[in-house]
């Protein structure tokens, strides 16, 4: 999923002090999950801002709403008659349900309360990481199952550099080094061979490199 | 001597059976080049060429491609390490050309230290390629005189293609079947990173001999002296892939302050010594970080010196 | 024990602190509580094995937001007791209380009244 962390109220406070009638929007699937903006952190973050607002001597309105998602047209028109009564949406949504809300409601500013990380696994509660950076050429098959993309800090595709160090990488003791992952995982398929296998130079025009993507498919196209 | 490929000096020293010396050279932070000329005049005698760091340790620094040029207006030998952390494939194929236009003949390939360690932490990389792909890459444009792009080159360069090995680094068990790697990809000469655990070293050396790696590519160990005790307790602790033995450490501290520098020397020398009896071992690759001045004595006192003339 | 323990406290009973939510806080503060503290069991003792501790967290993100938007985070407190410990609920009670009568109203309260006048 997305994983998004909500960010520090005073930046936060910052975007919207100068409004008086704010719509706080969460989103139920994501961040709900990486407990970021979903309902009850919309809720937490309204009563917040209200007794901040209220210890200005400022009179501000300030509403939740949560919405199913904020990456669909259908869920977003759910607050089409309501958002009128708003001069600012605060969404809690990742960054492509705040740039959606701010597409359809053109004149109503969006602005963002979380911060989108990256899109990831939940380890435990609490602790998310990061698996995929969406390349769009998959290779997980030649790789075990592991990432070297998302997961190796310079994605060598025929790592490990020298830098690892027991099984770690060399710019953080508590990341495990991507390249030790896939040998371990090699050695228990029983192919620990395929690791002298050269993989060939990577097309990135797939990737962020190539432009920003979009994905047509005309069989379901109506 | 099997034929050489490349002009390059390296390259028929090696070819002709003579043990190599190479050494390598940190470039200033900052515009003037006698901080480089400086330095390989004191060595230029007793090497038979001269790596240049390429931003190391992801610390910007005069390029690699300039303080090679410095070099070889010198007439002397440079290597030119290219990382592919800071460069892309068009920028590293128009350096490679750049490096063979002043007839740059030998390359280093390394995919080259995280940015997280140097003074742009919030900068980003490119990764376009790795290691072993630039290696293919140089391969490919003076072999097939073509870009990756597929374009024919105007003169192809011809340099002699070199990587890094790290036998210390983990997990062991793959450390050989990367060099292997590395060969298929192309590399005709290594240099290890610094040794200190000889017999790490000879294992290393030995499972290679086993799939006679050692006379697929030209491997030059590399040796670095110690000037203190405290420089071998954080080589020891805080550079990633880096095995330093503790009774090496304790040599060190064993000596009194003033007396480290001369036995870190004299470890140094002892440990070429060692090396020279390692079937497959075809040369050393001196790194004397900001003690250049001693590379004519480890040399020397190494008996490696005089170093071959070659045409 | 028949023990006095001052008379501004309004006690909420839960059948494991670990109900306490991050909102049930926030709300309290906003509808103009003083102070609120969460009396939970002692560590290792809680009848639903990690209650207690969740709740010690709660109060601690509670504390941390409090004092970011200008209430004061040492308004809400975590402390664990047994429930035999009845002089030790007075003694809290009473140290509540001093805390925030010496830390005086909810800032809100006096906004408030201040936009009246």
């Known amino acids: 999923m997305i994983v998004a962390k909500q960010k520090d109220i005073e930046e936060i406070i910052e975007e919207v002090k100068d409004y008086n009638k704010i719509l706080i929007a969460g989103c139920n699937e994501c961040v709900t999950v990486c407990e970021a903006g979903g309902k009850k952190e919309v809720a937490v973050l309204a009563s917040a801002l209200r007794m901040y607002f209220m210890n200005q001597g400022k009179d501000v309105k300030i509403d939740e709403v949560t919405l199913e998602r904020q990456c669909d047209h259908e869920y977003l028109e759910e607050i089409r008659k309501m958002i009128d009564q708003y001069d600012v949406v605060l969404s809690l949504a990742c960054g492509v349900g705040v740039q959606f809300l701010a597409e359809k409601y053109i004149s109503t500013p969006i602005v963002p309360g979380v911060d989108t990380c990256f899109m990831g696994v939940t380890e435990e509660r609490g602790v998310w990481s990061e698996r995929c950076q969406a390349c769009g050429q998959c290779i997980l098959a030649r790789t075990a199952g592991i990432c070297p993309v998302s997961r190796c800090a310079k994605r060598l595709f025929n790592g490990p550099c020298g830098g690892s160090t027991k099984g770690k990488c060399e710019i953080d003791k508590e990341l495990d080094c991507a390249w030790q992952l896939i040998i371990d995982r090699l050695k228990e398929l029983g192919r620990l061979d395929d690791y002298e296998q050269l993989t060939p130079i990577k097309d990135w025009s797939t990737e962020r490199a190539g432009g920003p993507r979009k994905v047509v498919r005309e069989d379901v196209r109506q | 001597m099997t034929e050489t490929k490349t002009p390059s000096k390296l390259e028929k020293i090696l070819r002709s059976g003579h043990l190599a010396v190479t050494s390598e050279c940190g470039p200033p932070r900052g515009t003037d080049p006698k901080a480089i000329t400086k330095k390989a005049e004191m060595i230029k005698d007793h090497v038979d060429a001269i790596n240049i760091t390429d931003n190391q340790t992801s610390v910007t620094r005069l390029c690699s491609l300039a303080s090679c040029i410095h070099i070889k207006l010198m007439g002397l030998e440079p290597v030119i390490q290219m990382v592919t952390r800071d460069r892309n494939r068009t920028a590293i194929q128009s350096d490679i050309l750049g490096a063979a236009s002043f007839d740059i003949f030998n390359i280093l390939c390394l995919s080259g230290d995280h940015q997280a360690f140097g003074d742009n932490p919030k900068g980003q990389n490119v990764f376009d390629l790795d290691s072993m792909q630039l290696i293919q890459t140089v391969r490919h444009m003076r072999d097939e005189g073509k870009f990756l792009g597929g374009d024919e080159i105007n003169r192809p360069p011809r340099m002699f293609v070199g990587a890094a090995a790290n036998p210390f680094a983990d997990p062991f068990e793959i450390r050989v079947p990367r060099l292997a790697k590395k060969i298929a990809a192309g590399v005709e000469f290594i240099q290890t990173q610094c040794i200190y655990n000889v017999e790490k070293f000879e294992l290393w050396m030995k499972l290679a001999r086993e799939r006679g790696l050692h006379e697929k590519v030209f491997i030059l160990a590399g040796v670095t002296p110690f000037k203190s005790a405290g420089m071998a307790k954080y080589m020891k602790n805080r550079v990633p892939g880096m095995d330093v033995p503790e009774d090496v450490v304790k040599r060190m501290s064993g000596v009194p302050k003033e007396k480290q520098p001369e036995e870190g020397l004299k470890i140094c020398i002892e440990t070429i010594q060692r090396l020279k009896e390692v079937e497959g071992v075809k040369g050393f690759h001196v790194m004397a970080i900001e003690w250049e001045e001693k590379v004519p004595e480890i040399v020397e006192k190494s008996g490696l010196y005089p170093r071959p003339k070659m045409e | ?117």
């Open chain 3, 1 to 117: 024990m028949r023990l006095q323990y001052p008379t501004n406290i309004k006690i909420i009973c839960l059948p494991c602190t670990g109900k306490v939510d991050l909102i049930h806080i926030m709300r309290a503060f906003e509808k103009g509580a003083d102070g609120v503290y969460v009396a939970g069991c002692l560590e290792g003792t809680c009848q639903f094995n990690t209650g207690n501790m969740r709740a010690r967290k709660r109060v601690e993100q509670a504390q941390k937001i409090l004092e970011k938007i200008g209430i004061g985070g040492e308004r809400v407190q975590m402390y664990h007791l047994s429930s035999s410990e009845a002089p030790r609920f007075v003694q809290i009670a009473e140290e509540m209380t001093e805390k925030i009568m010496a830390l005086g109203p909810n800032p809100i309260k006096i906004a408030g009244k201040k936009k009246a006048a």
